[in-house]
Every structure is written in C-alpha cells, then in structure tokens.
C-alpha cells in the first residue's frame, strides 16, 4: 500500500511538470495486480500564431520590399505585426493605436519612405487585411508636394492594384497644422529619419519633450479653471436670471419672459462648454506632440543600434574590436 501511494505521489508531480514545463516522461499509475508501469510521452505544443497574422506580416513585407525599386522605406511603426526587411530598418510600435485600450483596430504597419528623384517624404499607412494604402498627410507636412503625391498615388496603383487608396488630409478640427508647426519649430522629421548628426538631433528632442509637458500643464490649467468656475457661475447666474426677469414678467408677459432665461442660461452654457472643449483640445494636440517627439525619439535610437551593428560587421569595425579584446587581456 505504502509503495502504491509513492507512485502515485511520483505520478502527481510528474503530470504537474509536464503542465508547466512542456514535453515530459509521466508515469502511469501501477495496475491492481501489481504489473510494472507504464510511460508515456505527452507533447505540449505552444500555441501558434494565427494564420491570418502570418499572411499580413508577409503581405507587408511583399509590399514594402517593392517599394524599395522606386522609393527607401525609412522607418516602419507596426501595429499588431512584425515586418521583417532587409536590410532592416528601424522599426517601432504605433504609438496613436498602442496608446487604446479597445481592440477594435485592424493590424497594420506605416512607413515613413523616401522618394528616390525627389527626395520627398511620405507615410504610408498599409492595412492588409482590408487591402489598403493611406497616404497621411499630416506626418509629413511641409515634407512633399501635392504634385509629388499624386505621382506616388500613380505608381502605387500600377504596382498594386488590388489595393485600395485613400489620402488622409490635415485636420483643422484636430489642430494636425498647429502641432506640425510645434514639431517643426524644435526638429524636422527628415533629421530624425535621415540626419546624421545624431547628438544634435537628440538636444532637439529634449526641447520637443519639454514642450510637449509644458503644453499638456498649460491645457490642465485651462481644464481645471473651466471646472472650477463653471458650476458656481452657472449658479449664480441662473439665480439672477430668474429672479431679475421673474419680476418683469408682468410687463413683457410669462412667454417672452421664459424664452429670454433660456436664451442667456443656454448661452452662458454653451460659452463654458465652448471653453471645455477647448482645454480638451489643447490637452489631446499636447499629448500628440508628446508622443511625436517619443516616435521620434525610438527611431533615433533605432538608427543608432543599426548605425552600431553594422560599423562592428565592417572589418575596420572587427579590426577595433580584437585590439579592444587583446587591451583587455
């Protein structure tokens, strides 16, 4: 009895670790007329990747590769995906769609590239699943003409035309012109993608950074003088409202009356919801030029992991690193 309780005890833990740890022997209990146990092998098999997210990394791949004969892909930032290119380029997450706590958002990839005759920069935002390009506007404002984007449109329709198109124009309602001339005030997005003095590139992101905090400050200062005197005013207001033309009702009658205090209560309202709306604002284009100077940020970082990978491949760059190696000895 006692040797039957071992085994089985054995058996426990065996099962307990091929659960945890993957593939493992487990040792079946013993049979009741004592015959010797038996082993088995179970197989846990890691859970794979969806297909459908296999063929859209590989459909941007094909994509971006092609784009390669009339244009250099720059910097791609992935949602949802991993694109793999060679040679590699710096590569980072989507930060306007990482930053969403839904998931509603189809995976796709956007690459900022290079035009080879003009030299004008575009994003291109590529959606696999739904068999489309955007052009972004906005990213690249001041970056290229409206001539030049309608000979890139061309082009992309003879290399894919299964593929719908789309141009995503500046938004005024989202400020997309005031945060581009933030942007640009401190650094342009063709130092970061293709500026080779790397140290003043990075002072200029610092400034963009603190301008970036100092704007989300300023819009929560806003924000929170609209709450604070909003409820009190309305209060008051209200109160006057009433019982100021409450007494003149007689004279000019309970209808003319009732629609003049709806009329000044609603447009007193609508000034607070007006001014609301606007620290909201503020608060939204501070936080995007937050996160455009962190894009910009990674991609320079990037830049210089690549930059560092490939100077240690060269052979002055092997060179250095055995006479670091013999120094050390």
């Not at 493992?24 to 049979?31: A, D, E, F, N, V």
């Not at 010797?36 to 890691?46: E, F, G, L, M, W």
């Not at 769609?97 to 003009?118: C, F, K, Q, R, T």
């Not at 924000?223 to 209200?238: C, E, H, I, K, N």
């Amino acid at each position: 009895m006692k040797r039957r309780r071992r085994e089985f005890a054995a058996c426990v833990r065996l099962n307990e670790g091929t659960m945890s740890h993957g593939p493992q022997p487990i040792l079946m209990r013993t049979t009741a007329d004592g015959s010797s146990s038996k082993q088995a092998t179970v197989d846990v098999v890691p859970s794979a990747e969806p297909v459908a997210d296999s063929e859209n990394c590989d459909i941007c791949a094909q994509v971006l590769t092609t784009l390669g004969t009339f244009a250099a892909v720059r910097a791609v930032k992935a949602y949802r995906l991993r694109v793999e290119l060679t040679p590699p380029v710096p590569q980072l997450p989507c930060l306007d769609h990482e930053a969403m706590l839904h998931e509603g958002i189809a995976p796709h990839a956007a690459a900022y590239v290079e035009d080879h005759e003009s030299g004008e920069l575009y994003e291109l935002v590529l959606t696999p699943s739904k068999r489309r390009i955007e052009i972004d506007v906005a990213s690249t404002l001041r970056e290229h003409s409206q001539s030049g984007r309608a000979r890139l449109l061309e082009r992309l329709r003879e290399q894919f035309p299964e593929f719908s198109y789309r141009v995503n124009k500046v938004s005024w309602l989202r400020g997309d012109r005031r945060v581009a001339r933030a942007c640009r005030a401190q650094v342009t997005l063709r130092e970061v993608l293709v500026g080779s003095d790397f140290d003043r590139t990075a002072r200029a992101l610092d400034r963009l950074r603190t301008v970036g905090a100092l704007m989300e400050k300023e819009s929560r200062v806003a924000s929170w003088s609209v709450r604070t005197v909003t409820g009190p005013f309305l209060a008051v207001m209200g109160f006057l409202v009433y019982q100021g033309l409450g007494e003149l009702a007689p004279e000019l009658g309970e209808g003319t009356v009732t629609l003049l205090q709806a009329v000044l209560v609603g447009a007193a309202g609508a000034l607070f919801l007006y001014f609301g709306l606007k620290a909201v604002h503020l608060t939204e284009m501070a936080n995007r030029v937050w996160k455009r100077a962190a894009e910009f940020g990674l991609i320079l970082a990037e830049r210089r992991r690549l930059g560092d990978r490939e100077t240690a491949r060269s052979p002055a760059g092997e060179q250095d690193n055995k006479e670091r190696q013999v120094d050390h000895v």
